[in-house]
């Protein structure tokens, strides 16, 4: 299904967000848009909150202040179910599959909010994008390599249909060859109309793959240009990209 990616509307965006975890206050002050159609990558050192931020959009945990909006909505205040079935997909860190259900049963669980009709067409079209998963449909999810699972996480946000894609470190502990994989796939979904949120570690790949690309650093955006731009900053190669 090739979605109408040509308007340069904004799909997300968030406003002043301030958001943690009790008294903890992780986020300050956080602003970012994604436009319909591109690739944002938001990228940073461990610890710095982007993950929170993900969470926050999710409704995972709430925000204390600013504003969440998606497709036109103000979303801050719905439950993450609702926020999901509005047209969001999202492939958790650490991939959390489940283990114990085979690969077929794992996408099933992602399209529970997709009617029959619609559910084989959505299983046909992430098997053509990621055949290994046919080809391992009946295999447990625990016996896949670290990719393979990947795949798999991708595939079950993928399960819906989403507006939005948002992945939090899909290349978190994958050889490169593998992680160069996983980026051509997305590189590939993203041509077929659906926008990506994504957060990374590895810059440089992440920054090839983008439009646009945030750099935080302790709860704050510090840097936001086109990422071809960000790829030429002195700063940013020094200090993410180890070139000195
Ligand atoms: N569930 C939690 N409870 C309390 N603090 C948390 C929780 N999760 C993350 N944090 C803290 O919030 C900060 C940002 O974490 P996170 O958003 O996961 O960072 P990143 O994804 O950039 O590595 C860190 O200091 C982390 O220790
Ligand atoms: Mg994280």
New binding site residues.
């Given amino acids: 299904m090739v979605k109408d990616s040509t308007n340069n509307q904004n799909l997300l965006t968030l406003k002043n967000i301030e958001s943690?975890?009790?008294h903890?206050k992780?986020l300050h002050n956080v602003s970012l848009k994604v436009k319909k159609g591109q690739i944002v990558t938001i990228v940073?050192?461990?610890?710095?909150?982007?993950?929170?931020?993900i969470k926050t959009i999710l409704g995972l945990i709430k925000a204390n202040a600013g504003e969440i909006k998606f497709k036109g909505e103000t979303i801050n205040g719905l439950e993450t179910y609702e926020i999901v079935a509005s047209g969001i997909g999202y492939s958790p860190?650490g991939r959390e599959v489940f283990g114990n259900l085979n690969v077929y049963e794992n996408l099933r669980i992602g399209a529970y909010t997709v009617d029959k009709k619609d559910f084989s067409e959505r299983l046909e079209e992430v098997y053509k994008l990621f055949p290994r998963l046919k080809e391992r449909k009946n295999q447990e999810a625990s016996s896949l390599s670290g990719g393979e699972q990947q795949m798999l996480a991708i595939a079950r946000a993928l399960m819906q249909d989403p507006d939005l894609l948002i992945l939090d470190e899909p290349s978190l502990g994958l050889a490169p060859i593998i992680a160069e994989e996983i980026f051509n796939r997305l590189a590939e979904i993203n041509q077929m109309g659906t926008t990506i949120l994504l957060?990374e570690q590895n810059v440089s790949l992440a920054l090839q793959l983008s439009d646009h690309a945030y750099v935080?650093e302790k709860?704050k955006f510090v840097l936001d240009e086109k990422a071809s731009v960000l790829a030429e900053n002195d700063y940013v190669q020094k200090t993410y990209m180890g070139i000195a």
């Fill in positions: 943690g975890y009790g903890v992780v940073g050192a461990n610890g710095v909150g982007k993950s929170t931020t860190e957060i935080m709860g």
